[in-house]
């Protein structure tokens, strides 16, 4: 692969499954040690998403992509005009945060043809403590609703089960079986089950558990 | 996968549907507005899983005479908005009033007014318990401010609307209806409802008639049906007052606040308590009634009070007349989708504890 080239990928979900607070997690990380830029793509939600972080990732120097009506009080389903920038070579990782279920990620299916030809990897983000995706054959049924919609392929499992501030070391062991069901359902590897930092405490987080921040908050919890 | 007692995380619209669902209500009228319609689209998705009747109206006025119609047959019955659409809604809920019919309306609100925005907002306040319709009455109001409330109050305002044959509802704000937290929901209520004699559903032959209606074409008679159901009212008013309190007891300073700015004023009031300040919060969880017993009892002790609103004070002029002058009673509000910080909140304690 010429060494310019981006590297895309694709978070999906269904919506409330903590998307984009693994999209940021994520782009923190790779801004570490590479050119990064997060595409905000949720056009269907205007609370909690991506654009709302700008001064975070300005900080982090990550490159913001997102529609011109995001964080306005306009309502409309507008892409981001800069999206096709994403496809000139540029050596940057870049990180899509697409809106939730099969309707938030219907608007990237206008891209998913330059994305089969550039490349992509879409990664579907799983939570056993969401209503309406609980049971592996729901979280099942919904990628393939999300597949079909969007045009696209998961290529793995990010295993994102928690329960907001109150998620535990327990609650994260306990959904290790609908994440490994899900995954063998799917026919899709299991690529890492997610541990915000706080719910680690004295235990000893197991190798294939990824610990990230708690990034997304409520308005009234502490922003330090 | 055992499901029973485990929490799920929901988002408050979400929670409110399955909360009513719950709560035996398989009968939901609604058109979208944001930032309300995860509620509508919930219940689209679940109602016909469960024989339940979910319809998208064409407007929020058909919406709220369908409800009508169906609590007038006896029917649990329930519609959700966003402010601008519970102003449409205004009429029927009026009408609802003037037929003693029960219903649960949900505001999830918006900044206004007009079209306004898409962002939280409480400025609906005095329409919710001082005027959502034209004529003398009351409906029922409760304000959570959490996920988990939310679910618990929804059953409160049904059972409650079928007891004093009056519209219920939940004022929330964007905020609460956007956000997620971990909820546990109640098993569904295999109970029956309570009997409704007066429903018009049908009397085969063996009782007069029911009628519902809102229309007297003799004034004497639609006074005496007022002045009856105000005598309701005054009984609601005793009974029915809710609100919590938060590091009240020893509070110099007592901050007045419901649903998500209540949330920001409790982490006021902790990071006050943590400058050595003496601050606590009271809560109002029943809007209509309004806890005056609560807020007269906070002013006894309290050298201040401070009210918090997402709107420019409407809730402070019931914080001032249930207080009768006993102490004074300040205000701190953002408006037009603004969400007021805990530290601009914190800075008002500060300023009010050092007389400025």
Redesign the interface.
């Known amino acids: 692969m010429d060494g310019n080239a981006n590297k895309i990928t694709v978070i999906c979900g269904h919506y409330?499954c903590g998307k984009t607070n693994l999209a940021l997690n994520l782009a923190l990380e790779s801004a570490r040690e590479k050119k990064t830029a997060i595409v905000d793509m949720d056009i269907v939600?205007?609370?909690?998403r991506t654009s709302e972080y700008g001064a975070l990732l300005a900080d982090a120097g990550i490159r913001l992509i997102s529609p011109v009506t995001a964080n306005t009080?306009l309502?409309t389903p507008v892409l981001p005009p800069e999206l096709n920038s994403i496809f000139i070579p540029s050596g940057t990782n870049i990180l899509i945060d697409a809106g939730g279920d099969d309707a938030g990620i219907t608007a990237l299916a206008t891209v998913s043809d330059k994305l089969a030809s550039t490349g992509y990897e879409m990664l579907y983000v799983i939570?056993r403590?969401?209503?309406?995706s609980?049971?592996p054959e729901e979280a099942a049924e919904l990628l393939r609703e999300i597949e079909g919609a969007s045009r696209l392929k998961a290529c793995g499992i990010v295993n994102n089960s928690?329960?907001?501030v109150?998620t535990t070391f327990d609650t994260v062991e306990a959904s290790l079986?609908?994440a490994e069901e899900t995954a063998k359902l799917l026919n899709l590897p299991l690529l890492c089950n997610t541990i915000p930092d706080f719910a680690v405490g004295a235990r000893t987080p197991k190798s294939d558990m990824k610990i990230v921040k708690r990034l997304v908050k409520?308005?009234?919890?502490?922003c330090s | 996968m055992g499901m029973e007692k485990m929490k799920v995380l929901m988002k408050g619209n979400e929670a409110l549907a399955e909360a009513a669902i719950q709560a035996g209500c398989h009968h939901f009228f609604g058109y979208p507005i944001t930032p309300q319609t995860e509620l509508a689209a919930y219940m689209a998705k679940r109602m016909p899983k469960i024989g339940g009747v979910y319809l998208q109206a064409e407007s929020e006025i058909a919406a709220v005479n369908m409800v009508l119609g169906a609590s007038a047959a006896g029917i649990r019955a329930m519609t959700s908005s966003s402010s601008p659409g519970i102003s449409l809604k205004a009429e029927g809920i009026s009408y609802m009033a003037g037929s003693d019919l029960p219903a649960l309306i949900i505001n999830v609100q918006r900044g206004g007014p007009g079209l306004g925005g898409i962002q939280p907002g409480q400025a609906d306040y005095y329409q919710a318990t001082k005027a959502t319709g034209h004529g003398d009455f009351h409906i029922l109001v409760y304000a959570p401010s959490t996920v988990q409330e939310m679910v618990d109050l929804v059953s409160v305002a049904f059972d409650n609307a079928d007891k004093y044959r009056m519209p219920a509802m939940i004022l929330a704000d964007g905020m609460l209806g956007q956000m997620m937290e971990p909820v546990e929901l109640p098993a569904e209520r295999k109970t029956a409802q309570i009997e409704k004699p007066w429903a018009a559903s049908g009397h085969q032959n063996k009782r007069e008639h029911n009628v519902v209606n809102s229309l007297y074409l003799k004034p004497e008679v639609l006074e005496e049906k007022v002045v009856e159901r105000f005598k309701r009212y005054d009984e609601i008013k005793k009974n029915e007052q809710r609100a919590e309190e938060y590091l009240t007891d020893d509070a110099e300073v007592i901050l007045v606040a419901y649903g998500a700015s209540s949330r920001v004023a409790r982490s006021a009031v902790n990071k006050a308590r943590e400058s050595g300040i003496k601050a606590g919060l009271l809560r109002p969880i029943s809007l209509w009634p309004f806890p005056v017993e609560a807020v007269r009892k906070a002013a006894d002790t309290a050298k201040n009070l401070l009210t918090v609103e997402m709107s420019m004070g409407q809730m402070v002029d019931d914080v001032r007349l249930a207080v009768e002058g006993k102490a004074p009673v300040h205000f701190y509000g953002r408006t037009g989708g603004m969400i007021p910080t805990p530290e601009a909140v914190t800075e008002e304690i500060i300023k009010i504890t050092e007389g400025k």
Do not use: M, S
Not at chain 1, 45 to 48: G, L, S, T
Not at chain 1, 129 to 132: E, F, P, V
Not at chain 1, 218 to 222: K, L, S, V, Y
């Open positions: 409330g939600n205007p609370y909690f009080t309502d939570n403590y969401r209503i309406l609980q049971t928690h329960l907001g109150e079986p609908f409520f308005p009234w919890e502490d």
